[in-house]
């Protein structure tokens, strides 16, 4: 589905399919946030063949953190002229969780090894400029990206509509969240597009959300 400028979503909408949202920027060079799991990468197969497109189409893939729901399907790109890239604090975790717990994820380590790691700050690809926010709480390298133009927010696990992420797994500080949360809420918003659940549209809902999550579930966490 056509979000707005040129950010795209596939939206998972079944309660009983663990995936993320996964979205396209489509600019002069192509860019996939969260591809997701493995063995449920058709869902996001068929949408960009609705765009005409195809994996080999893609030239950046961007985790905003290293859970194998975000992740997995990341190692389809290795055999294309891809990068990926996440977090280096992500990547440290990545390696934990496989030397531990390798036989329980469908991905090698080295099919994950990120090509370059996002970093606080500015992010040129193409003629494009987003900011990378270091978000973390949910995971230790936890990232949002601010698109300027059309104030829009990619916020992974950190926020959805109504909710915030676990903090519960491995690696997670409730503390962190909260310091990560008022951190990016001071934004300039116009779409929050998060890593499940529904897409926040509209500068004011944007806005309520936030307040929302800090006076019901800060008190929680």
Known sequence: MHICGNVHGFIWESMTQNNCNTYLIDGSKRILVDPGHLDLFGHVKEGLKELGLERTDIDLVICTHAHPDHLEAAGLFQETSAQLTYHEADWAMVKTMMAHHGAAFQMSVDAVRPDFFLSEGDLYVGDMNFQVFH???????????????????????????????RTDLPGGDGRLLKESIRRVAGLDVNWVLPGHGEIISGRDEVKRNFQQIESFWFAHI
């Open 135 to 165: 978000t973390p709480g949910h995971a230790p390298g936890a990232i949002c990206i601010y698109q300027p133009e059309g104030r829009v927010l990619f916020t992974g696990d950190l926020v959805f509509k109504d909710g915030l992420g």
